[in-house]
């Protein structure tokens, strides 16, 4: 049945359904005059129309099952839409009629409530021939095969205003399009308010509007960008293994154009960001998918014996994901993606770009060169969530931190993740100074930004609001294991805003509790670590007769987390030991060993080792606001106001006054009384 047939007779159906309640209102006098049928005609008429209905409903649905390819054989008496894998569980089950169908099979409240709904009324006029021909005509519309009739207006008219703006490379409407009007779309399309799909139309049905052709294969693939990242972003327990690599398929297009002239076809910067970003992310969600694949098949070799039958369908399913990574061994791999991200840089010119403009030069960016500057911060970013923070602080000193004009700033996206993910880098590296000073830097621009409406609902978006928690939790951490009070100075209200997320940690004090309340910070607030293996060494796996483990997939998150939680117990001890250290300017090992009841004084030195690295940080060396920062090799610097060295047997403690600036305090003291007496007067009037 085509889709004008389904519409016309989904049309004349409640068309019907109208004239029928129509007549009924008009008849209801001379009704009312009859004679009234008994209450047993009535229900014995409602239940051949209910039993009429669920026959028609249940063939429908029969044929519909086979059409999928549902093997009744294999099931067990009661349905369950849930074991029919991804494809019938995210296009049938996600919708309302897959709903009303669950709840259906369930019992009968759904039934009672699905009666008195419009589509009751409808379906009530409705043969079952009619019927079964609807539902398998909702059925192909459900799993994306309708065509541009079938499509809502909304959708429709963004698609043709998609083509006549990348058509005629008006970039100030692709960007209020992208930034406004695809996120909005997105979230209305996931919640089934724009149809009974919960995905963007296929690419088949998407080409009514957007053309065919040499000429409209620049669009379709743009088209295809977004479509995919839909999917990872609102319904990722619906992607299937050819969605994953037609994804690969479309990045590896996309920067085929870019390399051969991107600026033939001008795109805002947020889309171009947003497209390495996403491409990085869906890289590092290959890379988990692969692995809990590969413990899944692993699992049916080992434990066939304990396994559910649920349990044993998705493992199936998982088997022949398994056969599309091995025939795709290209896609997502490690060296390839940072194969393609250099290539971008070298075609952008991005290291000659940055020299030239820590130099003096104002000129001109070409979209070919920021796609270069971004593709070098995603290498950071990789670097970083495989666990290489050296290698990721090296890519970042060829980028221009610290500069007053950087590039970042012409993306708020970028601006944002390049300071987290530098940010973390550096609190990894156990320099929290560096780090504290990176995240405060980032949050105090966002506070200033307040002031410029427009600029800061660009800092305001989901994403970007995300990464300013976390890198507040993360400040606040900073704060708790290295104060610094002498050289880094964060704004008052950043600094509080930290302190209020991280309440709980400092109540523990370094006590009972503290170490589990930070590892849950750290947990929540740091990025997604990836586990990078190579091909041969998960076929092993999957082949392997012993037992993996199921925290395979985040096998680098386990690593990374406990380095991090073996530093931060080496230094329960520093604020126990500064605070007699506060006391001395000289001071002998043994007597602190006496005073603090340590008994051996070589663990004493260990412990004060920990206070040294505290005291005295490896810092970034800050520039002239135009040649930029120096992140390496950095310089040694006393960041607390005690620091200590060992001479022998002796310890020598070196203080630090700290400087109060009179200037801030009286401008905040000033501020407060001013509020005090505007609230007073308030009170008076």
């Excluded at 296009?91 to 009629?97: A, E, F, K, P, S």
């Excluded at 409705?126 to 909304?154: F, L, R």
């Excluded at 660009?458 to 606040?476: A, C, F, P, V």
């Excluded at 740091?526 to 925290?551: C, G, H, N």
């Amino acid at each position: 049945m085509s889709q004008e047939e389904m519409a016309a007779m989904y049309l004349a159906a409640k068309q019907g359904s109208h004239q029928q309640q129509a007549r009924t209102n008009l008849e209801q006098p001379k009704a009312a005059a009859a004679a009234a049928p008994s209450m047993a005609d009535q229900q014995a008429q409602w239940q051949a129309q209910q039993q009429a209905f669920w026959q028609a409903q249940q063939q429908a649905m029969a044929q519909y099952q086979a059409q999928q390819g549902w093997d009744p054989s294999s099931q067990s008496q009661s349905w369950d839409p849930s074991s029919m894998g991804q494809g019938m569980q995210g296009r049938y089950t996600g919708g309302q009629y897959g709903q009303w169908y669950q709840g259906q099979q369930q019992g009968g409240g759904s039934q009672q409530n699905y009666y008195g709904s419009e589509y009751a009324q409808m379906y009530a006029n409705m043969t079952p021939e009619a019927w079964q021909q609807y539902m398998s005509a909702v059925g192909a519309q459900a799993a994306g095969a309708g065509g541009g009739d079938d499509m809502h207006a909304t959708i429709r008219q963004f698609l043709e205003d998609l083509k006549t703006a990348v058509t005629e490379g008006n970039v100030a409407t692709l960007d209020e399009m992208y930034s406004r009007d695809y996120a909005k779309l997105s979230d209305q399309i996931a919640k089934l308010k724009l149809g009974m799909s919960n995905k963007w139309p296929d690419v088949k049905a998407a080409e009514v509007f957007l053309g065919t052709g040499e000429e409209s294969a620049n669009l379709l693939l743009l088209y295809k960008e977004l479509y995919y990242r839909h999917l990872y972003s609102k319904v990722p327990n619906q992607l299937t293994a050819s969605e994953r690599v037609s994804g690969w398929e479309v990045y590896t297009q996309l920067f085929a154009l870019i390399s051969g002239g991107a600026e033939k076809q001008p795109l805002p910067l947020c889309w171009l960001w947003d497209m390495l970003d996403e491409f990085l992310y869906q890289y590092q969600q290959y890379q988990l998918w692969k692995a809990k694949t590969v413990t899944s098949v692993n699992i049916k070799k080992t434990a066939a014996d304990t396994i559910t039958k649920q349990q044993k369908q998705q493992m199936q399913h998982a088997e022949k994901d398994w056969e599309v990574i091995q025939a795709n061994p290209q896609v997502f791999d490690k060296t390839t993606v940072e194969q393609m991200l250099a290539q971008l840089v070298a075609i952008g010119a991005t290291p000659s770009v940055i020299e030239r403009r820590k130099g003096g030069s104002s000129e001109e960016v070409s979209q070919v060169g920021y796609m270069g500057y971004f593709a070098q911060v995603q290498l950071m970013r990789n670097s970083i969530v495989l666990g290489d923070f050296d290698a990721a602080l090296a890519t970042a000193q060829t980028l221009d931190f610290g500069c007053r004009d950087a590039l970042y700033y012409k993306s708020p996206s970028c601006h944002c993740s390049f300071f987290y993910h530098l940010g973390c880098c550096m609190l990894m590296k156990g320099r929290y100074s560096d780090a504290t000073s990176i995240f405060g830097e980032l949050l105090n621009f966002e506070k200033k930004v307040e002031r410029f409406p427009p600029l800061h609902a660009l800092y305001s978006t989901s994403e970007n609001k995300r990464l300013q928690e976390k890198m507040s939790t993360l400040l606040g951490v900073c704060h708790v294991l290295a104060p610094d009070y002498y050289y880094t100075r964060v704004d008052e209200h950043v600094m509080h805003g930290a302190v209020e997320r991280t309440a709980k940690l400092r109540e523990t004090n370094f006590g009972s509790g503290f170490l589990a309340e930070v590892m849950s910070l750290f947990h929540k607030s740091a990025p997604s670590f990836i586990s990078q293996v190579s091909l041969e060494q998960l076929a092993a796996f999957a082949d392997s007769e012993t037992k993996l483990d199921p925290a395979f997939a985040v096998e680098n998150t386990k690593i990374q987390a406990a380095k991090f939680q073996a530093d931060v117990e080496a230094q329960k001890v520093v604020p126990f030991l500064q605070s007699y250290l506060k006391m001395f300017t000289n001071l002998h090992v043994a007597k602190l060993a006496e005073m603090t009841k340590n008994g051996s004084e070589a663990e004493l030195l260990a412990q004060l080792d920990q206070v040294q690295k505290r005291s005295y940080q490896t810092v970034l060396e800050r520039g002239d606001g135009v040649s930029g920062a120096k992140l390496l090799p950095g310089r040694s610097q006393l960041c607390t106001d005690i620091g200590c060295s060992i001479e022998g047997t002796n310890i020598v403690v070196t203080s630090k006054k700290q400087d109060v600036n009179v200037e801030d305090y009286f401008v905040k003291s000033i501020k407060e009384l001013q509020t005090i007496q505007k609230k007073l007067a308030e009170q008076f009037e």
